[in-house]
Nanobody
Framework: QVQLVESGGGLVQPGGSLRLTCAAS????????MYWYRQAPGKERERVAD????????IDSDSVKGRFTISRDNAKNLVYLEMSSLKPEDTAVYYC?????????WGQGTQVTVSS
């Protein structure tokens, strides 16, 4: 059974940092590209970043380039999203994702709120 479990969200002040973690299980993690998405209230889900099975990361959202970094640890089945210089507009539920067995797989999400 595929499971993606996000953690690390919370309330942070503008300019602060957070590291999100996604723990994956139930599929051969080291063979699959992993993604981070986010969804803000009233907005569509947006792809933030992706990372290949080899560890090549790409930031897909122009609004976070230079501030967010994606990485993974294939030995631990973990993928990370390092977020810095956070802005109120980064407030959203952040989701881990992969495309396995012809289906998108999603975690339950972790809430990130950037507010003073």
């Amino acid at each position: 059974q595929v499971q993606l479990v996000e953690s690390g969200g919370g309330l942070v002040q503008p300019g602060g940092s957070l590291r999100l973690t996604c723990a994956a299980s139930g599929f051969p993690f080291n063979l699959y590209t992993m993604y981070w998405y986010r969804q803000a209230p009233g907005k569509e889900r947006e792809r933030v970043a992706d990372i290949s099975r080899f560890g090549t990361g790409t930031i897909d959202s122009d609004s976070v380039k230079g501030r967010f970094t994606i990485s993974r640890d294939n030995a631990k089945n973990l993928v990370y999203l390092e977020m810095s210089s956070l802005k109120p507009e980064d407030t959203a539920v952040y989701y881990c994702n992969t495309f396995y067995d012809s289906r998108h797989r999603w975690g339950q999400g972790t809430q990130v709120t950037v507010s003073s």
